[in-house]
């Protein structure tokens, strides 16, 4: 199984500024990597595929990068509705992993 | 536009069954691959079970296999997932997901699953 781990566990943020959030696979999966973004009481909702691919509807602050085993999510200029927690997940190979998840909260 | 609901979740006892339900409306159900994804109270997210579009082929995580069964209807837009020997650790809200080549573009709002005597 392939094991995923995010870091840092909780990024404090001032609105306005840029969060980076990283993701480390313990071994490679290409490119096929999501990242995901969950709200208190909702069911999450995909924001990047295949690394650095932004779902349809997703803003552009929202950047994805990375291959192999090393991944990261940058959110410029964050807006209060960012606030939130991230999930990177694997899906190169079964079972579908996710990360433990980044909790973006207010500086 | 694109939509799944789940149903079926519920207080049960440990050792019972459950049954959970998705329906979906809005795509052909036909042609995409199914997921269950669990989450436990305050906890990450968990793969659970994947079925194909036919439904010819299934995975399941180690922690739920020999106990859950992923299944679709595809003549009623539904997807399933019976479990049973429930255990503690399976409480967790379910969501179910359609898979878009590998990841998920739509999830149902999920199913509060509580295992507890």
């Known amino acids: 199984e392939i094991m995923m781990t995010q870091s840092p566990a909780t990024l404090s943020v001032s609105p306005g500024d840029t969060a980076t959030l990283s993701c480390r696979a313990s071994?490679?999966?290409?490119?096929?990597l999501a990242w995901y973004q969950q709200k208190p009481g909702q069911a999450p909702r995909l924001l990047i595929s295949?690394?650095?691919t932004r779902a349809t509807g997703i803003p552009a602050r929202f950047s994805g990068s990375g291959s192999g085993t090393e991944f990261s999510l940058t959110i410029s200029s964050l807006q209060s509705e960012d606030f939130a927690v991230y999930y990177c997940?694997?899906?190169?190979?079964?079972?579908?992993?996710f990360g433990p998840g980044t909790k973006v909260d207010i500086k | 536009q694109v939509q799944l609901v789940e149903s079926g979740g519920g207080v049960v006892q440990p050792g019972r069954s459950l049954r959970l339900s998705c329906a979906t409306s809005?795509?052909?159900?036909?042609?995409?691959?199914l997921h269950w994804v669990r989450q436990a109270p305050g906890k990450g997210l968990e793969w659970v079970a994947f079925?194909?579009?036919?439904?010819?082929?299934?995975y399941y995580a180690d922690s739920v296999k020999g106990r859950f069964t992923i299944s679709r209807d595809n003549s009623k837009n539904t997807l399933d997932l019976h479990m049973s020997g429930l255990r503690g650790e399976d409480t967790a809200v379910y969501y179910c997901?359609?898979?878009?080549?590998?990841?998920?573009?739509?999830w149902g709002q999920g199913t509060l699953v509580t295992v507890s005597s």
């Open positions: 295949r690394a650095s």
């Open positions: 071994q490679s999966v290409g490119n096929n």
């Open positions: 997940q694997q899906y190169n190979k079964w079972p579908f992993t």
């Open positions: 997901a359609r898979s878009d080549s590998g990841p998920y573009l739509y």
């Open positions: 079925i194909s579009y036919d439904g010819n082929t299934e």
């Open positions: 809005g795509f052909t159900f036909s042609v995409y691959a």
